[in-house]
């Protein structure tokens, strides 16, 4: 294992972790009062699917972290293309994140270190 495997396995970890806090706090300040809110959504069926909805990041977020660390076993190619793939959903929950908070707010930074790491660690020739 060499410093550009450390360096994806780093980023996945950071982005699973945070996508593992980002799903509790939506679950407790969103999702749940949502399912309580019955005058919002007359519908059962559409409190179901907007509280799917809501997690949907964290999932995607979560699954990414997972193929950051898998990808140390990938050749390169296969390491850039999943790079690519979640470098663009951290980078998309990064800017929508700083933007909303003001950057006031961990998750930013977080998914921006993650990124650097993804950056440093599909330049490696590992593989």
């Not at 193929?67 to 140390?72: D, E, G, K, P, R």
């Amino acid at each position: 294992m060499n410093w550009h495997d450390i360096a994806l396995v780093v980023a996945g970890i950071i982005g699973s972790g945070v996508a593992l806090v980002h799903g509790i706090l939506t679950q407790r300040l969103m999702v749940r009062p949502l399912a309580k809110a019955e005058s919002l959504f007359a519908e059962a069926e559409v409190r179901w699917i907007v509280s799917w909805l809501l997690q949907f990041s964290t999932f995607n977020w979560f699954l990414g972290g997972l193929a950051l660390i898998a990808s140390i076993w990938f050749g390169p190619d296969a390491r850039l293309v999943t790079g690519l793939l979640v470098g663009s959903s951290y980078l998309y929950g990064a800017f929508i994140n700083c933007k909303a908070t003001r950057g006031r707010h961990p998750g930013w930074m977080l998914y921006t270190v993650a990124l650097g790491l993804i950056a440093f660690g599909v330049n490696g020739s590992g593989g």
